[in-house]
């Protein structure tokens, strides 16, 4: 995985930028992987909601 990749999609082995890693993960590879997944969705809700919240104090 490049540097500059967001995390391989946990069940495709395919980073979003599209480079390839290896196709078979250990189980503890595939945990941290998924935990990583994970606060990266949980860091994008809360900048969605930083967001929201913004946009509702300007209306």
Do not use: T, W
């Not at 069940?11 to 599209?18: A, K, V």
């Not at 935990?35 to 300007?58: P, W």
Request: hydrophobic letters at 25%; charged letters at 35%.
């Amino acid at each position: 995985m490049c540097h500059e990749c967001m995390p391989p999609h946990p069940m495709r082995g395919i980073s979003y930028c599209g480079c390839r890693f290896r196709g078979f993960l250990s189980s503890k590879e595939e945990m941290e992987l998924l935990e990583n997944y994970r606060d990266q969705l949980r860091k994008e809700i809360a900048g969605v909601e930083e967001r929201i919240k913004e946009l509702k104090q300007k209306e």
